[in-house]
């Protein structure tokens, strides 16, 4: 079997991203999401299938807790391991949406027109259409300290979604980053775990500022 597809004639954004090139990146998320509902690619796993690993990742940081924990992941190891509980309860991650779930600069081409086009797609899934927008909001906040809550918040997808949601799953990655960033690089790859800790680090920031301005599930 043989696939062709057209070339596409662009280049990645910039980095670092600026406020205005990050915010014209979402309306194109927003019609990326409304043209991929329902999802027009049949057998792919569902989204909680897909990250079902990484969202318990805090189960196992909660049986052992590494010794650097970040402080505020150590007192909340409680409400962090029920992440998955939480998720799967309010089954705010499943839809029936294309989810990239890897938007970033390096999966992005922009064309001299300014046409943007999401290239690359192996971990792609069906699910919640907010997904791409949130995590793709990550990606400018490491590489170029844009705020990740301006970014999102005229984005009628992410309106859409419960906040709880967009927060529990900002949890569950710090998980996932917080044990792979430990873990010795593979080879060839030497500073994937620095790249790893970055999105970590951003994750769990927009995430506070979600669980101290009430945008949480209580406990």
Do not use: K, Y
């Not at 705020?147 to 999102?152: I, Q, W």
Request: overall charge negative; proline content about 11%.
């Amino acid at each position: 079997m043989a696939l062709l597809f057209d070339a596409v004639d662009g280049e990645p954004p910039a980095l670092p991203w600026t406020p205005a090139a990050a915010a014209r990146i979402v309306p194109v998320l927003t019609d990326l999401a409304r043209a991929g509902t329902p999802c027009p690619v049949p057998g792919l796993p569902t989204l909680p299938d897909r990250l079902a690993g990484g969202l318990a990742a805090w189960r196992a940081l909660a049986e052992q807790p590494p010794a650097d924990l970040d402080p505020w992941e150590r007192r909340h190891l409680d409400r962090l391991a029920d992440v998955p509980d939480r998720l799967t309860a309010s089954g705010g991650l499943s839809g029936e949406t294309l989810v990239h779930l890897d938007v970033r600069a390096d999966n992005l081409l922009v064309t001299a027109d300014g046409a943007v086009f999401v290239v690359d797609w192996p971990r792609a899934a069906r699910g919640a259409a907010w997904v791409d927008t949130v995590l793709f909001a990550l990606d400018p906040a490491v590489h170029g300290g844009v705020d990740p809550e301006l970014l999102v918040a005229d984005s009628p997808v992410v309106a859409g979604a419960d906040p709880a949601d967009v927060t529990d799953l900002l949890l569950a990655l710090t998980g996932t980053w917080a044990q792979e960033m430990r873990r010795p690089p593979p080879p060839g790859l030497p500073t994937v775990r620095d790249f790893q800790r970055g999105f970590h680090d951003a994750a769990l920031a927009w995430a506070r500022r979600r669980v101290d301005g009430g945008l949480a599930r209580p406990r």
